[in-house]
């Protein structure tokens, strides 16, 4: 007996974990919101570039996002002259080894922009996705602090571009050298702390999501999350913890009165500083006498300076000690953009958005190409869950696109398909989206179930008689659904010939304009109603 012959295995379509399938709809919302974004940008004096999805895992170097996975984070493989490349994390890394590697043809201070998917090799969870799209604004080559405010201005002015009104957003800010100076203060001096330093800042940055309760667990023995996940803290001791605790609440930023004195910014008019310098300490260390904690509030005490002369501060940008962002190569001043409303979760409750996007200086990165100092600094907007936050706010995707004009085929000969062709590219150019159908034309019926589905507004119509009279009838579909509602009787249905008109093929694209401009003022019309 012969072997039946086994079926072949079907093949099962699966996405894989951390990654999404993107509809019209989510397209063009991020195209809309870019396209704003791109728009300040420019006017700030920005110009694009693009770099590769791929990069030279070396040139990533150490700074990378999850630490705790197998590989670093990332997605990786070895290329064919066994070098290791990995898909990028971040769209800074990119723009360092672009500088570096071009750095005599370029001009400094080198102002661009891009837009693009970043890739992240961590465990999904909900909201929490391996590719997302992030749009990144740098300045290389700017050393002063009047850089790092330009940006937390453009973070603001981008907000407020996308339709996000003032005290519904905040951008936060802080500085890396303020941070080092406490890190040194609870104890975490030397190369043999530099991953509990990190292991602090990653707890400090986790405060918006998992608040102070959450943020000691982190800085003590560790967290376990809602899936029973355990993620390792730093390991402080308790009086430690209570210092850094200390220093996240915001009321502890103050500015002196003009009476007052900062040691270290004697020429300063009102200077900055957590609680008072002087007095101020940690475990017993005055970290105000720390030549980085210093020159950290000295740049702070300039930024806030410059964003209240341009009127940005107060309501738009805000000092805050909470503010920390988590990547290692951060060197100076950071900022992040905070909305505040409060939306609803996936469980029904009702919590604060959060942070949208940030960044800060990182002297550093381009530098380990050149072997000389590279002054940089920028930041990055989470395409994606800023989406997300503009939905909620109904700022985006407000604006429906209209459905393409269908024009139905009713001979399938080459001349009458070649007419109907016609047809549609007459409307194509005049700017009428427009197609027409291409599935089995015999079964009409089908058709109109197409252009429903579709949501198409009109359909256009041409049989033998209408070709040899030189005619089309043209078909309001929306206006037909509207007095489908009013009219019962088959018989008077076809009696009325609803919302249908029969014009001249010369007549076409005018007669489809003016029902098209029709149906835009009912929708119109409908909205202010609805306001």
């Given at each position: 007996m012969s072997e039946k012959t086994k079926k072949p295995q079907k093949l099962r379509a699966r996405l894989p974990r951390g990654f999404v399938d993107r509809e019209a709809a989510d397209i063009r919302a991020v195209n809309e919101m870019t396209a704003k974004i791109r728009e300040v940008y420019e006017r700030y004096g920005f110009d694009p570039v693009e770099t590769p999805l791929f990069e030279y895992t070396d040139a990533l170097g150490k700074f990378l996002p999850d630490a705790d996975r197998p590989n670093e984070g990332v997605f990786?493989?070895?290329?064919?002259?066994?070098?290791?490349m990995s898909l990028r994390y971040d769209l800074t890394a990119p723009l360092a080894r672009h500088v570096a590697e071009n750095f005599n043809e370029i001009q400094l201070p080198y102002r661009t922009y891009r837009a693009g998917y970043v890739f992240r090799n961590e465990k999904p969870g909900p909201g929490r996705f391996r590719q997302f799209m992030q749009f990144d604004a740098d300045s290389v080559g700017a050393p002063g602090v009047q850089s790092d405010a330009e940006m937390c201005m453009m973070m603001a002015d981008t907000m407020e571009a996308l339709g996000i009104k003032r005290g519904d957003y905040v951008i936060r800010v802080n500085n890396r050298k303020v941070l080092d100076g406490l890190l040194d203060a609870i104890g975490l001096v030397?190369?043999?702390?530099?991953?509990?330093r990190l292991m602090v800042l990653r707890a400090m940055d986790k405060l918006d999501k998992f608040g102070t309760d959450g943020v000691r667990l982190l800085l003590g023995k560790g967290r376990k999350d809602e899936s029973g996940d355990f993620t390792k803290g730093a390991e402080l001791g308790a009086a430690a913890i209570d210092v850094v605790i200390e220093f996240l609440d915001p009321s502890s930023v103050t500015v002196n009165r003009p009476d007052q004195t900062l040691p270290g910014l004697e020429n300063a008019k009102g200077g900055l500083l957590w609680k008072q310098p002087?007095?101020?300490?940690?475990?017993?260390?005055r970290i105000s006498k720390s030549a980085a904690y210093m020159d950290g509030l000295r740049e702070l005490n300039q930024i806030r300076e410059l964003v209240e002369a341009a009127g940005y501060m107060g309501d738009r940008i805000k000092i805050d000690p909470s503010c920390v962002r988590g990547l290692e190569y951060y060197t100076g001043p950071v900022y992040e953009a905070e909305l505040t409303f409060d939306v609803t979760n996936e469980k029904g409750e009702k919590v604060v958005f959060g942070s949208v996007g940030g960044g800060g200086r990182y002297d550093g990165l381009v530098s380990r190409f050149m072997g000389?100092?590279?002054?940089?600094?920028?930041?990055?907007?989470g395409v994606s869950r800023l989406m997300t936050a503009l939905k909620n706010l109904g700022k985006l995707g407000a604006d429906e696109v209209l459905a393409p004009v269908?024009?139905?085929?009713?001979?399938?000969?080459v001349e009458s398909v070649g007419r109907y062709q016609r047809f549609t590219q007459a409307l194509r150019n005049e700017g009428i989206r427009a197609e027409m159908y291409q599935g089995n034309w015999k079964k009409f019926g089908n058709q109109l179930k197409y252009a429903d589905r579709r949501g198409s507004p009109i359909a256009i119509i041409q049989g033998g008689d209408e070709r040899a009279q030189g005619v089309v009838q043209i078909k309001d579909l929306i206006e037909g659904k509207r007095l489908s509602g009013e009219i019962t009787d088959n018989a008077e249905w076809r009696e009325a010939r609803v919302a249908q008109e029969v014009v001249s093929e010369a007549e076409l694209v005018a007669k489809v304009r003016e029902i098209l401009e029709a149906q835009a003022e009912d929708r119109r019309r409908a909205k202010q109603a609805d306001v």
């Open positions: 990786s493989l070895m290329d064919d002259d066994e070098q290791w030397g190369d043999d702390s530099m991953n509990r002087d007095t101020l300490t940690f475990n017993e260390v000389q100092p590279v002054p940089a600094t920028g930041f990055s907007i269908l024009v139905t085929v009713m001979d399938g000969d």
